[in-house]
Each structure stands twice: as C-alpha cells, then as structure tokens.
C-alpha cells in the first residue's frame, strides 16, 4: 500500500515512474514494428549514435534543455539511420557490418566531444556523461512533459500512418506495385524509431536504449500474431517494464535505468516460457500430452487388436505381460492407469486386462478413423 501511495505522493517516485511510463509507451510501440522488421541492431546503432547528437548540441548553444538536447541526439541518430541505408544501397557491405560500423564511428565521436566538453571551462557541462547510462533519478517535470509530448507526436503519427506502415513492415513490394512511397515510408518509420531513442536518452542512456525498444516488442510477439494486439500489448509492457523498475529501484537503491531493462527483459523471459503459442514450457507441455496421448491410443489398439483373436469371446482377458512385450512396462502402465480412469478398460483376475464394451465402441471409431484417413487422397 505504501508504494502505490509513494506513487501519487513522492515526487521524485512519481516523476521518474511518469518518465518512464512515457519512454516504455513510445519505445514499445514503435518498437513492435523494429522487431517485426529484424531491425534490433538498427535501434542499437541509432542510440548510441545519439551521444555525438547531446554532445554536439550542449556545445553549440551551451544549453542543457531537454528539448534541445533531444533535437541533437535525433538528428545524430537520423543521420546515423541514413548512414547506414545510404551504406547498405551503395555498396555490397551487409546491413548488420553497416549498423555495427555507424554504431561504433558515432560513438567513439561522441565520446571524443565529450571529453573535449569536460576539458572546457563552460558552466553547464556536468552530468552531460549521464547520458551513456542514464539517471532516471535525476528526471524533473519538464523533462516528463518534453518526452510525452516528442513520444505522443510519434505515436500519432504511427498512427495516422498505420495501414501504410503496416504494409510496409509485411510486403514492401506489394506496397511499392500499389504506388506507395515505400522509401519514404521507410524513413518516416525510422524517423520514429530515432524519436523513440532519444525519449529515453536520459531515462536508461545510450548503452541500453536498445533494450528497451525490442524487448517489449519481442515479449508481446509471444503472445499474438496480430499487428494491432502487439503494439497495444507491447506499449503496456513497455510502461509495466518502467513503473516496475522505478519502483524496484527506489526500494532496493539501485540504478533505475538498468533495473528497468531488467524488468522488461524479464517480461521477455517470461513471454519465452510460458506465452501459449510459442513458448518453451507450453510447447514441452503439448509434445508430453501427445506423447501420452498417442500411448493411450496405441495401448487401446493393442487390446482391441488381441481382442479380435477371440472373436467368441470378445471379454477375454489377456494378461499385462503381452502388452508389455508390445510396448513397454511404463508405457502400458500409465495407458492402462488412464484407460481405466475413463472407463475404457479394467482388470480381471490378476494382471489381466480386457477393454469394456466403450472400449471396444472407442477402439472401433479409431480404427475406422484410421482406415479413412489412409484412404484419403
């Protein structure tokens, strides 16, 4: 209970979880279309090529105002963006070797302006370092209102542009032979992935910024296969990932940026494991329940099949030990425990088993189930 009243009491709580609700909003939205089209390591390159932006931005107007800063990280990561599309359409050099090389070369500048800043004598360069690894902390109100406000601009316009985008990140093709300006498209769509970085520049830096654009995106893929339900499902998750982290951080005293990407690349894990489609414990859980499933029918055969040998006498009984030579003791033991349970078999004197007149009615259906499907053509 305290914390939900720290929530809407604490300022600093409240500014930061408010920040951070922010940049997972942004960050998951736009970022669903950054997983969709396998461009991770482009949101990795665009942020850190966003310090030279901050560096360059404070060095030329001396001021450390969200806004402006803001506007120099997105042009260092527009440019950086252009970079590597311009690398990658005029040479033969891939699109990971373009993106790892813009990433480091913008990166390295950035931190050559950054030592360069903090061998001067202007007033204001302190704290401009933060900016690698963030300091949520150190979040004020106007720095909440300059990221909801740059976020709701992009969240509009992908929404405004939804179909068109849409289309884009499934078949470009099929949207370049129905005369749509898929270049433009394109660097609209990553105009707004720039936009997503630099929201949150000062929340988790330049290092993990990457994380937080394709983690909530990769957890909401798990969980469905509609476009609409993942953005909408990754922007919550993207928000959770913030309030949570805020919130852990504030009780344990650790860094707010890394233990937000740590929440959201726990929703990841989370999404891997358990989301009913294609996570690993589900799909470990259906691959047993065939497997019994299709020991059950196959004990179910062997009985019927011993059945038919004593056609006058189709209650005959037959003793366990058959079944096991036919498929194994733990096999027919746990079909036979479930055969049971469903009234489909019982035991007659000692270890003898014989199928109940369901039994047979069931067996029979299979096999003519059986016999059909194999005729089909």
């Known amino acids: 209970m305290d914390v939900f009243s720290d929530l809407?009491?604490?300022?600093?709580?409240?500014?930061?979880?408010?920040?951070?609700?922010?940049?997972?909003?942004?960050?998951?939205?736009?970022?669903?279309?950054?997983?969709?089209?396998?461009?991770?390591?482009?949101?990795?390159?665009?942020?850190?090529?966003?310090?030279?932006?901050?560096?360059?931005?404070?060095?030329?107007?001396?001021?450390?105002t969200p806004l402006v800063l803001m506007i120099g990280a997105a042009l260092a990561g527009w440019v950086a963006a252009l970079a590597v599309i311009g690398i990658v359409r005029a040479s033969r050099v891939k699109a990971d070797a373009a993106m790892a090389l813009i990433l480091s070369v913008f990166f390295g500048a950035g931190l050559v302006v950054l030592t360069f800043i903090q061998r001067q004598p202007a007033a204001g360069k302190a704290g401009l370092d933060r900016?690698?690894?963030?300091?949520?902390?150190?979040?004020?109100?106007?720095?909440?209102?300059?990221?909801?406000?740059?976020?709701?601009?992009?969240?509009?316009?992908?929404?405004?542009?939804?179909?068109?985008?849409?289309?884009?990140?499934?078949?470009?093709?099929?949207?370049?032979?129905?005369?749509?300006?898929?270049?433009?498209?394109?660097?609209?769509?990553?105009?707004?992935?720039?936009i997503a970085i630099v929201v949150g520049l000062k929340t988790v830096g330049v290092v993990l910024m990457s994380a937080m654009v394709v983690a909530p995106g990769a957890a909401a893929r798990q969980w469905t296969d509609r476009l609409g339900v993942m953005v909408i499902l990754s922007a919550v998750l993207g928000a959770a990932a913030g309030v949570a982290g805020s919130v852990i951080s504030t009780t344990a005293h650790t860094a707010t940026g890394p233990t937000i990407v740590l929440v959201a690349t726990g929703f990841v894990a989370v999404s891997l494991l358990f989301a009913p489609r294609r996570g690993?414990?589900?799909?470990?859980?259906?691959?047993?329940?065939?497997?019994?499933?299709?020991?059950?029918?196959?004990?179910?055969?062997?009985?019927?099949?011993?059945?038919?040998?004593?056609?006058?006498?189709?209650g005959h009984a037959h003793h366990v030990?058959?079944?096991?030579?036919?498929?194994?003791?733990?096999?027919?033991?746990?079909?036979?425990?479930?055969?049971?349970?469903?009234?489909?078999?019982?035991?007659?004197?000692?270890?003898?088993?014989?199928?109940?007149d369901r039994g047979r009615d069931r067996a029979s259906r299979a096999a003519r189930l059986r016999a059909t499907e194999a005729g089909a053509p």
């Open 8 to 64: 809407i009491f604490d300022y600093t709580l409240r500014t930061v979880a408010l920040g951070s609700a922010a940049l997972g909003v942004v960050s998951g939205a736009v970022g669903a279309f950054a997983v969709l089209r396998r461009q991770a390591l482009l949101g990795d390159a665009m942020s850190h090529a966003a310090l030279p932006g901050v560096a360059l931005a404070f060095l030329i107007t001396g001021s450390r």
């Open 321 to 356: 030990a058959a079944l096991y030579a036919i498929r194994g003791r733990a096999v027919v033991d746990r079909a036979l425990a479930e055969l049971a349970a469903q009234g489909l078999a019982r035991r007659t004197s000692g270890d003898a088993w014989t199928l109940t």
């Open 280 to 314: 690993v414990a589900w799909a470990r859980f259906r691959a047993w329940r065939r497997r019994r499933l299709l020991a059950f029918e196959a004990v179910l055969g062997d009985l019927a099949a011993l059945s038919a040998q004593h056609a006058r006498d189709p």
């Open 131 to 194: 900016y690698l690894f963030g300091q949520a902390a150190a979040l004020l109100e106007v720095d909440v209102i300059t990221m909801a406000a740059v976020g709701a601009v992009a969240v509009l316009t992908l929404l405004v542009l939804w179909k068109e985008f849409k289309l884009l990140s499934f078949n470009p093709d099929f949207a370049a032979s129905m005369g749509y300006p898929v270049r433009r498209l394109d660097v609209l769509l990553t105009s707004l992935l720039v």
